[in-house]
Protein backbone atom coordinates (compact mmCIF):
# COMPACT_ATOMS: atom_id res chain seq x y z
CA UNK A 1 0.00 0.00 0.00
CA UNK A 2 1.19 3.25 -0.85
CA UNK A 3 2.44 5.42 2.14
CA UNK A 4 0.72 9.64 2.45
CA UNK A 5 2.18 11.67 4.69
CA UNK A 6 -0.55 14.59 6.24
CA UNK A 7 1.31 18.06 6.92
CA UNK A 8 -1.09 19.97 9.30
CA UNK A 9 -0.60 24.03 8.42
CA UNK A 10 -2.00 26.12 11.88
CA UNK A 11 -1.27 29.55 9.95
CA UNK A 12 2.37 30.23 9.04
CA UNK A 13 3.68 26.99 10.99
CA UNK A 14 3.93 23.54 8.92
CA UNK A 15 4.44 20.75 11.14
CA UNK A 16 5.80 17.93 9.16
CA UNK A 17 4.25 14.24 9.40
CA UNK A 18 7.72 12.92 9.36
CA UNK A 19 5.84 9.04 9.30
CA UNK A 20 3.52 8.97 7.71
CA UNK A 21 0.37 6.51 7.20
CA UNK A 22 -0.14 3.54 4.52
CA UNK A 23 -3.42 3.61 2.81
CA UNK A 24 -4.93 1.27 0.23
CA UNK A 25 -5.79 4.65 -2.29
CA UNK A 26 -5.90 8.19 -2.45
CA UNK A 27 -9.17 7.86 -1.69
CA UNK A 28 -8.66 6.55 1.66
CA UNK A 29 -6.17 9.34 2.13
CA UNK A 30 -8.33 12.20 1.05
CA UNK A 31 -11.43 10.86 3.56
CA UNK A 32 -8.35 10.36 6.12
CA UNK A 33 -7.38 13.88 5.86
CA UNK A 34 -10.94 15.51 5.82
CA UNK A 35 -11.33 13.03 9.29
CA UNK A 36 -8.36 14.63 10.59
CA UNK A 37 -9.39 18.10 9.65
CA UNK A 38 -12.51 17.88 11.36
CA UNK A 39 -10.78 16.29 14.55
CA UNK A 40 -8.60 19.10 14.97
CA UNK A 41 -10.79 21.81 13.98
CA UNK A 42 -13.35 20.34 16.49
CA UNK A 43 -10.03 20.59 18.95
CA UNK A 44 -8.96 24.17 18.42
CA UNK A 45 -12.52 25.50 18.56
CA UNK A 46 -13.63 23.59 21.81
CA UNK A 47 -10.76 25.27 23.46
CA UNK A 48 -11.66 28.92 21.92
CA UNK A 49 -8.91 29.05 19.29
CA UNK A 50 -10.00 29.97 15.90
CA UNK A 51 -9.50 27.39 12.44
CA UNK A 52 -9.83 29.25 9.52
CA UNK A 53 -5.85 28.97 8.94
CA UNK A 54 -6.47 25.48 9.34
CA UNK A 55 -5.18 23.12 6.35
CA UNK A 56 -3.61 19.52 6.21
CA UNK A 57 -1.79 18.71 3.09
CA UNK A 58 -1.69 15.23 1.56
CA UNK A 59 2.13 14.31 0.46
CA UNK A 60 3.37 11.19 -1.63
CA UNK A 61 6.45 9.94 -0.32
CA UNK A 62 8.33 12.07 -3.09
CA UNK A 63 7.46 15.03 -1.44
CA UNK A 64 4.70 16.11 -4.20
CA UNK A 65 1.41 17.61 -2.89
CA UNK A 66 -1.45 15.69 -3.75
CA UNK A 67 -4.04 17.53 -2.06
CA UNK A 68 -4.35 20.70 0.19
CA UNK A 69 -7.59 19.95 2.69
CA UNK A 70 -8.91 23.21 4.78
CA UNK A 71 -11.16 23.35 7.70
CA UNK A 72 -13.67 25.37 4.96
CA UNK A 73 -13.47 22.23 3.13
CA UNK A 74 -15.40 20.24 6.15
CA UNK A 75 -17.60 22.61 6.99
CA UNK A 76 -20.68 20.59 5.45
CA UNK A 77 -20.01 17.37 6.22
CA UNK A 78 -19.93 13.88 3.80
CA UNK A 79 -23.29 13.87 2.75
CA UNK A 80 -23.89 14.20 -1.22
CA UNK B 1 11.35 -11.23 49.98
CA UNK B 2 12.39 -12.38 46.58
CA UNK B 3 14.08 -9.50 44.68
CA UNK B 4 13.08 -10.88 41.70
CA UNK B 5 9.78 -9.69 41.90
CA UNK B 6 10.37 -6.43 43.15
CA UNK B 7 9.85 -5.09 39.55
CA UNK B 8 6.08 -5.02 39.74
CA UNK B 9 4.98 -3.00 42.83
CA UNK B 10 1.62 -4.96 43.86
CA UNK B 11 3.90 -8.45 44.25
CA UNK B 12 6.87 -6.33 45.86
CA UNK B 13 4.57 -4.89 48.49
CA UNK B 14 2.89 -8.20 49.48
CA UNK B 15 3.43 -9.34 53.27
CA UNK B 16 5.68 -12.63 53.31
CA UNK B 17 2.54 -14.93 53.98
CA UNK B 18 0.91 -13.48 50.87
CA UNK B 19 3.32 -13.12 48.80
CA UNK B 20 4.50 -17.18 49.75
CA UNK B 21 0.81 -17.93 49.36
CA UNK B 22 0.82 -16.96 45.29
CA UNK B 23 4.74 -17.34 44.46
CA UNK B 24 4.77 -21.10 43.49
CA UNK B 25 1.85 -19.77 41.48
CA UNK B 26 3.76 -17.60 39.37
CA UNK B 27 4.93 -18.45 35.89
CA UNK B 28 7.02 -15.13 34.28
CA UNK B 29 6.48 -14.48 30.91
CA UNK B 30 7.49 -12.84 28.12
CA UNK B 31 4.15 -10.09 26.50
CA UNK B 32 4.70 -8.79 22.83
CA UNK B 33 3.12 -6.07 21.23
CA UNK B 34 -0.32 -6.25 20.97
CA UNK B 35 -0.62 -9.85 22.35
CA UNK B 36 -4.21 -10.15 23.76
CA UNK B 37 -4.70 -10.72 27.27
CA UNK B 38 -7.71 -10.46 28.14
CA UNK B 39 -10.77 -10.84 25.03
CA UNK B 40 -14.66 -9.11 25.39
CA UNK B 41 -16.45 -11.50 27.29
CA UNK B 42 -14.66 -14.47 27.11
CA UNK B 43 -13.51 -15.74 30.55
CA UNK B 44 -10.00 -14.50 31.30
CA UNK B 45 -7.12 -16.98 31.79
CA UNK B 46 -4.90 -15.17 33.58
CA UNK B 47 -4.03 -12.00 36.30
CA UNK B 48 -0.95 -10.67 34.56
CA UNK B 49 1.66 -8.32 36.98
CA UNK B 50 3.62 -6.46 34.33
CA UNK B 51 7.50 -5.66 35.26
CA UNK B 52 8.32 -3.71 31.97
CA UNK B 53 5.37 -3.73 30.02
CA UNK B 54 2.25 -1.67 29.63
CA UNK B 55 -1.20 -3.27 29.40
CA UNK B 56 -3.74 -1.23 27.60
CA UNK B 57 -7.39 -1.87 28.82
CA UNK B 58 -9.87 -0.74 25.89
CA UNK B 59 -13.67 -0.12 25.65
CA UNK B 60 -15.08 -1.04 22.19
CA UNK B 61 -17.93 -0.34 20.60
CA UNK B 62 -16.89 -1.78 17.18
CA UNK B 63 -15.13 -0.34 14.34
CA UNK B 64 -13.13 2.81 14.55
CA UNK B 65 -15.03 3.59 18.12
CA UNK B 66 -12.84 1.98 20.49
CA UNK B 67 -10.59 3.93 23.13
CA UNK B 68 -8.29 2.92 25.85
CA UNK B 69 -9.73 3.54 29.97
CA UNK B 70 -6.68 3.04 31.44
CA UNK B 71 -3.05 1.31 31.22
CA UNK B 72 -1.40 -1.44 33.49
CA UNK B 73 1.85 -1.61 33.82
CA UNK B 74 4.65 -2.19 37.20
CA UNK B 75 2.40 -0.52 39.34
CA UNK B 76 -0.85 -2.84 38.99
CA UNK B 77 -2.15 -6.03 37.24
CA UNK B 78 -4.44 -7.38 34.81
CA UNK B 79 -7.51 -9.42 35.81
CA UNK B 80 -9.20 -7.11 37.91
CA UNK B 81 -12.59 -8.23 36.61
CA UNK B 82 -11.54 -11.56 38.39
CA UNK B 83 -10.51 -9.73 41.51
CA UNK B 84 -13.77 -8.16 42.29
CA UNK B 85 -15.37 -11.53 41.90
CA UNK B 86 -16.38 -11.68 38.21
CA UNK B 87 -14.69 -14.33 35.48
CA UNK B 88 -15.13 -11.90 32.26
CA UNK B 89 -15.48 -8.36 31.10
CA UNK B 90 -16.61 -6.21 28.27
CA UNK B 91 -13.10 -4.27 27.92
CA UNK B 92 -9.99 -5.98 26.39
CA UNK B 93 -6.85 -5.80 27.74
CA UNK B 94 -3.59 -5.62 24.85
CA UNK B 95 -0.32 -5.56 25.01
CA UNK B 96 0.92 -1.88 24.13
CA UNK B 97 4.59 -1.95 25.33
CA UNK B 98 5.77 -5.43 24.83
CA UNK B 99 8.45 -6.87 27.70
CA UNK B 100 8.34 -9.26 30.37
CA UNK B 101 4.99 -10.14 33.64
CA UNK B 102 4.44 -12.54 36.04
CA UNK B 103 1.26 -14.34 35.43
CA UNK B 104 -1.08 -16.67 37.88
CA UNK B 105 -3.92 -18.20 36.41
CA UNK B 106 -7.29 -17.22 37.52
CA UNK B 107 -8.08 -20.56 39.72
CA UNK B 108 -5.05 -19.97 41.33
CA UNK B 109 -5.80 -16.16 42.43
CA UNK B 110 -9.21 -17.37 43.47
CA UNK B 111 -8.66 -19.82 45.84
CA UNK B 112 -5.24 -17.30 47.41
CA UNK B 113 -7.57 -14.40 47.64
CA UNK B 114 -10.49 -16.91 49.55
CA UNK B 115 -7.85 -17.72 52.01
CA UNK B 116 -6.28 -14.23 52.82
CA UNK B 117 -8.31 -11.18 53.23
CA UNK B 118 -5.22 -9.17 53.40
CA UNK B 119 -4.27 -9.98 49.77
CA UNK B 120 -8.15 -9.54 48.79
CA UNK B 121 -7.44 -6.18 50.52
CA UNK B 122 -4.24 -5.44 48.46
CA UNK B 123 -5.47 -6.05 45.38
CA UNK B 124 -8.81 -4.39 45.71
CA UNK B 125 -7.01 -1.07 46.49
CA UNK B 126 -5.09 -2.05 43.41
CA UNK B 127 -8.65 -2.09 41.30
CA UNK B 128 -9.61 1.08 43.03
CA UNK B 129 -6.46 2.78 42.16
CA UNK B 130 -7.20 1.68 38.55
CA UNK B 131 -10.98 3.01 38.45
CA UNK B 132 -9.65 6.62 39.42
CA UNK B 133 -7.32 6.62 36.62
CA UNK B 134 -9.51 5.24 34.00
CA UNK B 135 -12.24 7.64 35.46
CA UNK B 136 -9.43 10.35 34.76
CA UNK B 137 -9.24 9.16 31.23
CA UNK B 138 -12.80 10.08 31.04
CA UNK B 139 -11.87 13.73 32.30
CA UNK B 140 -8.75 14.26 30.33
CA UNK B 141 -11.12 12.98 26.82
CA UNK B 142 -13.80 14.98 27.24
CA UNK B 143 -12.47 18.34 29.08
CA UNK B 144 -8.14 18.47 28.45
CA UNK B 145 -6.65 19.59 25.23
CA UNK B 146 -4.52 16.92 23.33
CA UNK B 147 -1.22 18.11 24.50
CA UNK B 148 -2.39 17.64 27.66
CA UNK B 149 -3.59 14.52 27.28
CA UNK B 150 -0.51 13.50 25.35
CA UNK B 151 1.60 14.94 28.40
CA UNK B 152 -0.46 12.89 31.07
CA UNK B 153 0.26 9.72 29.01
CA UNK B 154 3.85 10.12 28.43
CA UNK B 155 4.08 10.54 32.08
CA UNK B 156 1.99 7.38 32.79
CA UNK B 157 3.92 5.49 30.77
CA UNK B 158 7.51 6.96 32.12
CA UNK B 159 6.18 5.82 35.46
CA UNK B 160 5.97 2.24 34.57
CA UNK B 161 8.89 1.82 31.89
CA UNK B 162 12.81 2.08 32.93
CA UNK B 163 14.86 5.06 31.81
CA UNK B 164 13.66 8.39 29.99
CA UNK B 165 13.07 7.02 26.22
CA UNK B 166 9.42 5.19 25.29
CA UNK B 167 9.80 3.43 22.36
CA UNK B 168 6.08 4.32 20.86
CA UNK B 169 5.20 4.37 17.21
CA UNK B 170 2.66 7.20 16.79
CA UNK B 171 -0.17 4.36 15.89
CA UNK B 172 -0.06 3.31 19.21
CA UNK B 173 -0.01 6.98 20.21
CA UNK B 174 -3.44 7.91 18.16
CA UNK B 175 -4.90 4.52 19.54
CA UNK B 176 -4.47 4.82 23.09
CA UNK B 177 -5.42 8.96 22.88
CA UNK B 178 -8.16 8.05 20.45
CA UNK B 179 -7.41 10.54 18.20
CA UNK B 180 -6.38 10.32 14.71
CA UNK B 181 -2.33 10.22 13.65
CA UNK B 182 -2.76 14.08 12.29
CA UNK B 183 -3.74 14.62 16.17
CA UNK B 184 -0.47 12.99 17.78
CA UNK B 185 1.73 14.91 14.98
CA UNK B 186 0.40 18.30 16.39
CA UNK B 187 0.38 17.04 19.93
CA UNK B 188 4.31 16.11 19.95
CA UNK B 189 5.26 18.41 17.89
CA UNK B 190 3.99 21.37 20.77
CA UNK B 191 5.53 18.93 22.94
CA UNK B 192 9.20 19.38 21.42
CA UNK B 193 8.60 23.03 20.90
CA UNK B 194 8.58 23.47 24.77
CA UNK B 195 11.24 21.27 25.11
CA UNK B 196 9.64 18.58 26.78
CA UNK B 197 10.41 15.73 24.83
CA UNK B 198 12.46 15.42 22.06
CA UNK B 199 10.99 12.91 19.26
CA UNK B 200 12.72 10.39 16.08
CA UNK B 201 10.96 8.37 14.44
CA UNK B 202 9.92 5.42 16.76
CA UNK B 203 11.40 6.94 20.22
CA UNK B 204 10.10 9.65 22.35
CA UNK B 205 12.93 10.83 24.92
CA UNK B 206 11.53 12.42 28.15
CA UNK B 207 13.42 15.69 28.41
CA UNK B 208 11.71 18.22 30.92
CA UNK B 209 9.48 15.29 33.28
CA UNK B 210 8.39 18.29 35.46
CA UNK B 211 7.64 20.25 32.99
CA UNK B 212 5.20 17.45 31.38
CA UNK B 213 3.78 17.21 35.33
CA UNK B 214 3.01 21.02 35.14
CA UNK B 215 1.22 20.94 31.64
CA UNK B 216 -0.83 17.65 32.61
CA UNK B 217 -2.00 19.53 35.62
CA UNK B 218 -4.94 17.77 37.90
CA UNK B 219 -5.57 14.75 34.96
CA UNK B 220 -2.34 13.48 36.08
CA UNK B 221 -1.84 14.42 39.34
CA UNK B 222 -4.95 13.71 41.28
CA UNK B 223 -4.71 9.91 40.60
CA UNK B 224 -1.39 10.01 41.05
CA UNK B 225 -1.48 10.95 44.54
CA UNK B 226 -4.84 8.61 44.86
CA UNK B 227 -2.62 5.25 43.96
CA UNK B 228 -0.07 6.49 46.50
CA UNK B 229 -2.21 6.61 49.10
CA UNK B 230 -4.35 3.75 48.37
CA UNK B 231 -1.44 1.38 47.45
CA UNK B 232 1.72 3.12 48.42
CA UNK B 233 2.94 3.02 44.34
CA UNK B 234 4.29 6.66 43.56
CA UNK B 235 6.17 7.53 40.78
CA UNK B 236 10.36 7.68 40.99
CA UNK B 237 11.66 9.49 38.34
Known sequence: ?80 | MSPVLSANHVLASLTKSDLELIQPLLEKVELNFRDDLEIPNQRIEHCYFPDDCIVSVISDAGPGRAIEVGIVGSDSCTAQAVIMGSDRSPNSAVVQVAGRARRIRCEGLRQAIAQSSTLHRSLLAVVQSFMIQASFTALANGKARIDERMARWLLMAHDRLPGDTLSLTHEVLANTLGVRRAGVTVGLQKLEAEGLISTKRKVIEIRNRRGLEALAGEVYSVQTAEQRRLTGWHPTK
Do not use: C, W
Request: hydrophobic share 40%.
Open chain 1, 1 to 80: MPLYFFHVRDGKDLIHDHVGIELPDFGAALSEARAAMRELAIEALRHAQGVHRMEIEINDGSGRTLQVVTSRDVLDGDEP
